[in-house]
Every structure is written in structure tokens, then in C-alpha cells.
């Protein structure tokens, strides 16, 4: 099985798969990530290879990461629904509220499914932008290009959390668990090679990370 794909019978995207950056540059880091994801060996998958800009390497691996949840997500949306899913939430513990900053300022209580609308949304916003995620290889990034990339992390894991806390059960049954642990387990090493969630924003999940990594 695919680490992107989930069978032919659950294959349906959330939203359409973005593409990465096209250019040999962008072909070469797309090569290193399939043949280290074959190996297996996720650890060696998720480091910077020798001589690559971490930049660019960023860029990539944000593409690849939405397009993943992207897909997880969408084997649930007619489980995950305003009805069953009132809030964006992970747990009893723990609520999200949107807010973009620019459309809506104030944090705002949503449904989970509109939540994760409300995100895949804004993510795509963020990659399509040229100024943040430069298309053509060579072209600057800006000075906050981190920050979007972390801000873009955190809001995913979220995605992560509110799936194991409120529909791992449907996981479970549609026999989906061992692709959505593989999924989540690459998340957390790369997040965490590159220091990219603070560790109290992974408190939902935090026995699973704990576990992940082999703290």
C-alpha cells in the first residue's frame, strides 16, 4: 500500500492534490523522498539530505503533508459532520477555534468538518501565494517562511488529533489504522527533526508522540 494513497475504494481527496514546485531541483527532492520512503526507514526519510536547502526542502515536504491529511480526511467527511462533530476538538480537554488573521480576526467556535474546511483552505491560500512558496527554483523565500510552515504544522496536527480522539473507531473498521499510525508517525518525525510544533501543542496526542519517538 502506498504511503500517500489508500486503496482504490477509499481513494477520494478531501480537495484536489496540490503538486509541488516543478523544476529538476524540486524533481530531485521529490526522487530522495520516494526512494527513502521505500526503504522504510522513516528517520532517514525525514532528514535534510547532504547539500539541499532546508527551504526548499520545507517547501516540499508542506505540499506532501497536506496533500496527506488531505486524503485521511477525506476517507471520514460522512462520518465528521456538524451533527456528530460540533466542535473542532481532540478530547474532552481540548477545543479549537478558528481564525485566519485576515477573514476572521477573532478566534471563532466551528464545527469540526468546517474547521478543517475553514484550513485546507487557508493552507492552499498559503502554497498558491508565490511571495510565500516560491514556484520557480532560485526564487527567494521570505524572511517568515518558517513561521508559515509552523503555523501550517500546528493546524494539521490538529486535524491528526481530532481523527484518533474522535474517529479512530471508524479507522479501525474501515481497516485504515496501520496507514493512518504510518502517516501520523511520519508527521511526528518530521515535525520533530526540524523542531516544527511546540511540545504543548502535541498534549492531545502526546502518549502517541511519546511512543513515536522513543523518548
Known amino acids: 500500500m502506498s504511503l500517500f494513497g489508500l486503496g482504490s475504494r477509499n481513494q477520494k481527496t478531501f480537495r484536489p492534490k496540490k503538486n509541488a ?12 523522498i520516494d526512494a527513502t520512503l521505500g526503504s522504510g526507514n522513516l528517520r532517514e526519510a525525514v532528514r535534510l539530505p547532504p547539500g539541499e536547502d532546508l527551504h526548499e526542502w520545507l517547501a516540499i515536504n508542506t505540499v506532501d503533508f497536506f496533500n496527506q491529511v488531505n486524503i485521511l480526511y477525506g476517507t471520514l ?42 484550513l485546507m483552505n487557508w493552507i492552499e491560500t498559503q502554497l498558491d501565494d508565490e511571495s510565500i512558496f516560491p514556484q520557480k527554483l532560485g526564487a527567494p523565500f521570505p524572511p517568515n517562511f518558517q513561521d508559515v510552515v509552523k503555523t501550517i504544522f500546528k493546524r494539521l496536527f490538529r486535524v491528526y488529533a481530532h481523527i484518533y480522539h474522535s474517529h479512530f473507531q471508524k479507522i479501525v473498521s474501515l481497516k485504515e489504522e496501520a496507514h493512518l499510525n504510518t ?26 508522540v511519546e511512543s513515536i519517538l522513543q523518548l
Open 77 to 118: 467527511t460522512e462520518f465528521c459532520t456538524s451533527s456528530s462533530c460540533p466542535t473542532m476538538s481532540a478530547g474532552p480537554k481540548y477545543e479549537y477555534r478558528w481564525a485566519d488573521g485576515v477573514i476572521i480576526k477573532k478566534p471563532v467556535e466551528v464545527s469540526a468538518p468546517k474547521y478543517v474546511d475553514y
Open 183 to 208: 502517516c501520523f508517525k511520519h508527521f511526528v518525525l518530521y515535525t520533530w527533526e526540524f523542531r516544527l510544533i511546540d511540545k504543548a501543542e502535541l498534549a492531545p496526542l502526546y502518549e502517541l
Open 21 to 32: 514546485p516543478s523544476g529538476s531541483k524540486g524533481e530531485q527532492l521529490r526522487k530522495h
